[in-house]
């Protein structure tokens, strides 16, 4: 009994182009805010992979970024902070046809949604999460979140904030998703290639994506994207490739031990040979630690790219297995059947009395 | 086996045996064991389990005590019985504990090898009650049970001394079989299957030597003079089988998820008395029903949401405590209007409260216990086998009226058992499901003019592409609307449509005069104890009427008039009278309320008792 959609219409349908995933809503986020820019990359993004808008869900919690929904004309829900992992694994687990994307912010993922962040990646439900990143809560106007840097000067923290942020990707990866990844706003191109790998992805797919509040945090990550400074700041992955960043090139990573090491590819003490090669594949998750530790390291670029991405089985290919098995098996019973399983005995038409 | 026996036979239409040991010892299994094979002969039966939060709590202790209690009858009856014929006491404390229950000159087996000087003291008895003329009112029957077993058991050398007494009450089990001239064979068969696992094969035997070995001791002892004999019950023609109230929800959900063609979803978390419908729903795989453990109750309250949006019979479970936590997500299905079935098995609160006992006391927070106007249905259930009616009417209006519906059981009716007679699965009425498919003129709120229901269009539909969430929606087209108005309107919509479930109500049946004195008005789990009492009064030839409702909200519309038709209501709760709050604020009738909050379901004579004084 599984759950049918009608079927589309038969005659192919043109492809679809960016206007077909715009909703008829007016987009009601700050002006400039790095929110339009996400949404128009999916907006383009979601033609370009081939997606049929009737078999896409997104569901969002509560804040900034969880206003997404509305304004994909797909399907979609908007629903109680912190939970969209929740619904989605309800949905896919449910319907494992459809395309579930989960928006969520720094707030609604890793502070009250963060216990069920861990879980689907845990489960390894097939679904799409782009976590909108901007170590604020927008919404409430302004307080620091779970990903503000200690000393963050907030309304809730005039003095500046003293709990130490969390590093979603090493969250990540202790809940052993397997895919991860982060994009940047000002990047559009390769915010695109992101979407396009994590949609690729069989499994739980966690997009980091640096979103910038203009107006309660403006700035938080220009260095990573200004000219200036971005190519020093910043080292994108590349699977198979030695870690090298840098204006000119010239600076790589190795590891010392355990350690890994920003060095000089210019002063002869080591060539690209000598440098960490990035592996995707990290079954054990060892490697993608080491990198998602960099933003916590002085003096080392921010990763961006694809951090992880391994194969494990889906939640929901285990359960519809595990349901095709039991009907194999045991074969489906009738109704009647099923009442009468078990000791039961009959009262007869005139019982003595 | 059956031993033919030359003792005097007595003739009993009622009896109440109450077994009782430490938690952990097996005394739910001999209880359990005694009601099927009591049902299975043919009596009618009512059992109340009634054990510690601990699984393994302090031995010899009086919080420790795990009893289960079963009634059985040759005639038809609704609560497993005020007082106790036969006490099965393993210890002092199992002893102290239900002795107030027991009746004059009933029977009390006890085993003389719990009554050490330790567990005389961990029950707080400063002499030995079975060396005193404590007991004179009963009946006694010392035995050692330990040693018996042991002996009994002593060629299976492969037993450590430990485990051979761990079958101790198999072997009280056997005497008592003996003593109601029950069959064996069902227990064999059970015992056989229960150990059939890898490591615990080797218990087969010993246990149904026990069993054995206490049905014969029994016999050819000269402890016992009598035996005695319940004939078989003149229940209803037709198939039966045993059932408790969790496993009537489960039958009930499955029976709508094949009368609708939707497939069964339910996400749960596990909490006592609840985690039994998450156990029992795991194991239909075969029937497509599709099982998740969350992480925790509200994501257990989300995933039914996700599962109700794509198409699913959606259902959760849990209690009090999980309830209060899915109240935040159960008003964002009430905002998105999606149907699905939660399923609150009632236990004694606040907070942890009595986890393992049972109450009324989630009234309020199902009617009232979310944010905003969120209204819901809700309905209860008032018997083991009604269980099963109410989950399927439960699922029922939730997909014809596009709404979460509450179910309120107890842990009284959740582990207590009956013999239900199986309906029959092609009288059930189908439960027709629609999912909009048309494209021209969509619009995700506009609403059947008859339920206000609005359309159910799943994602995968080619066309219907739309959003929907917690922010309030224009009417029709389910945009996002901050327009006063508006809101006003929708909220009168979302409150209308759940009035409405009211025609579906049938009139409330009121059995007695339906007009007079008195009237015993009741909800839930009440209605066995409810019905007992009334039927002694009228037996005593007192007139008393009594009704019981089944829908909570909304009321069956015909409720206030037959409240006014009586000089007296008396509303029987395990609360503080939240329903008797509802009704005197809403029909402004001076219902008088009987209450009880100590996990335990009222005695039909304290009912009894209670019309008396207003007699």
């Known amino acids: 009994m599984a759950i049918d959609a009608p079927p589309a219409a038969a005659e192919a349908a043109p492809p679809l182009t960016r206007a077909d995933f715009e909703s008829d809503q007016i987009v009601r986020w700050c002006p400039g805010c790095g929110d339009y820019a996400i949404l128009a990359q999916m907006q383009r993004t979601l033609p370009e992979i081939g997606v049929a808008a009737h078999n896409v869900v997104f569901i969002s919690g509560i804040g900034c970024s969880s206003r997404f929904p509305y304004y994909m004309d797909t399907y979609g829900i908007h629903s109680v902070h912190g939970r969209a992992p929740a619904l989605a694994t309800g949905l896919k687990a449910s319907r494992p046809d459809l395309d579930v994307w989960v928006v969520t912010g720094d707030g609604d993922a890793l502070s009250i949604g963060g216990n069920h962040l861990l879980h689907i990646c845990r489960r390894n439900v097939d679904v799409n999460i782009l976590l909108f990143n901007n170590q604020i809560y927008g919404l409430t106007k302004g307080q620091y979140s779970p990903t503000s840097p200690i000393g963050t000067k907030s309304y809730s923290t005039p003095t500046g904030s003293i709990d130490a942020p969390f590093n979603p990707l090493r969250i990540a990866i202790a809940a052993n998703a397997s895919f991860i990844a982060r994009a940047i706003d000002r990047d559009l191109k390769h915010l695109s290639e992101m979407i396009k790998r994590a949609h690729a992805h069989r499994g739980t797919a966690l997009l980091e994506i640096y979103q910038d509040c203009i107006v309660f945090n403006k700035g938080a990550f220009a260095p990573l994207s200004d000219k200036a400074s971005k190519e020093d700041r910043v080292i994108y992955l590349h699977h198979g490739e030695p870690m090298i960043f840098g204006k000119t090139r010239d600076k790589g990573i190795r590891l010392d031990g355990l350690q890994p090491r920003v060095v000089s590819l210019t002063d002869g003490a080591y060539g690209t040979a000598d440098l960490l090669v990035h592996d995707e594949d990290d079954e054990h998750g060892t490697l993608a630690d080491i990198i998602a530790s960099f933003q916590e390291r002085e003096d080392f670029p921010r990763p961006l790219g694809v951090v992880r991405d391994v194969e494990r089985v889906c939640y929901e290919d285990v359960l519809e297995q595990r349901v095709a098995d039991a009907v194999e098996e045991r074969g489906e019973p009738s109704l009647q059947e099923l009442f009468e399983t078990g000791d039961t005995w009959e009262v007869p038409e005139h019982p003595a009395s | 086996m059956t031993i033919a026996t030359r003792k005097p036979v007595e003739e009993r239409t009622d009896v109440v045996i109450r077994f009782a040991d430490d938690s952990g010892t097996g005394m739910q299994v001999s209880g359990d064991q005694f009601a099927s094979a009591s049902a299975l002969f043919g009596n009618d039966l009512s059992t109340l389990p009634d054990f510690p939060a601990e699984i393994r709590a302090p ?539 100590q996990g335990k379901p009222f005695t039909s004579g304290e009912i009894e008792d209670a019309v008396r004084n207003l007699l």
Request: net charge negative; with cysteine.
């Open chain 2, 59 to 597: 031995a010899g202790t009086l919080a420790g005590i795990s009893s289960f209690q079963v009634r059985f009858s040759s005639e038809d009856i609704h609560t497993p019985g005020d007082d106790v014929d036969v006490l099965v006491a393993m210890n002092p404390a199992a002893l102290k504990v239900s002795l107030p229950l027991v009746r004059a000159n009933g029977i009390i087996l006890v085993n003389t090898a719990g009554f050490s000087a330790k567990n005389l003291r961990l029950a707080d008895y400063d002499t030995n009650p079975l060396d005193d003329s404590s007991l004179d009112r009963y009946q006694v029957f010392k035995v050692d049970l330990v040693e018996l077993t042991k002996s009994a058991l002593k060629e299976f050398t492969d037993l450590s001394a430990r485990e051979a007494e761990r079958a101790k009450n198999m072997f009280a089990l056997g005497m008592v079989f003996w003593l109601f001239h029950r069959p064996l064979e069902h227990t064999i068969e059970w015992i056989s299957a229960y150990f059939n696992r890898p490591g615990r094969e080797k218990f087969i035997e010993p246990n149904i030597a026990a069993l054995k070995s206490g049905y014969v001791y029994a016999e050819a002892t000269e402890l016992f003079a009598t035996s005695y004999e319940v004939k078989p019950a003149p229940l209803r023609p037709g198939t039966y089988r045993n059932i408790n109230g969790n496993s009537g929800l489960v039958m009930g959900l499955i029976a709508a998820s094949k009368k609708s063609g939707l497939p069964l979803f339910f996400a749960g978390y596990p909490i006592t008395p609840a985690s039994q419908i998450l156990h029992e729903l795991s194991q239909y795989r075969h029937c497509r029903v599709r099982t998740v453990q969350c992480e925790d109750e509200i994501a257990a309250m989300g995933a039914t949401i996700g599962a109700a949006y794509g198409g699913s019979l959606s259902v959760t479970a849990s209690s009090g405590p999980g309830i209060a936590l899915k109240q935040e997500a159960l008003s964002l299905a009430i905002s998105m209007e999606l149907p699905l079935v939660v399923c609150n098995v009632q236990r004694g609160g606040p907070s942890t409260g009595l986890p393992t006992k049972t109450e009324q006391s989630d009234l309020f927070q199902a009617i009232c216990g979310r944010h905003g106007e969120s209204p819901l249905p809700v309905l209860a259930t008032s018997r083991p086998g009604d269980c099963f009616d109410v989950a399927f009417m439960a699922a029922r209006i939730a997909i014809k009226y596009m709404t979460p519906v509450i179910v309120l059981s107890d842990g009284y009716l959740g582990n207590g058992t009956e013999p239900w007679r199986i309906p029959e699965a092609d009288e059930l009425d189908a439960i027709p499901v629609k999912f909009h498919t048309e494209v021209e003129g969509f619009e995700a709120f506009r609403r059947d003019p008859e339920t206000l229901a609005r359309p159910w269009a799943l994602p995968g539909t080619p066309g219907l592409e739309h959003r929907v969430g917690g922010l309030e929606k224009a009417d029709g087209s389910g945009n996002v609307s901050y327009d006063p108005i508006n809101h006003e309107v929708m909220t009168h919509h979302r409150a209308d449509k759940v009035a409405r479930v009211a025609t579906e109500i049938p009139p409330t049946e009121v059995h007695g005069p339906d007009e007079g004195d008195v009237l015993i008005l009741g909800w839930g789990g009440t209605y066995g104890s409810i019905r007992a009492a009334a039927e002694r009064l009228s037996a005593a030839g007192h007139t008393v009427s009594r009704a019981h409702i089944r829908w909570l909200n909304p009321l069956p519309s015909d409720l206030e008039d037959i409240l006014k038709r009586f000089k007296r209501v008396l509303l029987p709760e395990l609360n503080l009278g939240q329903l008797s709050t509802f009704l005197r604020s809403r029909y402004l009738v001076d219902v008088q309320s009987l209450n009880k909050m």
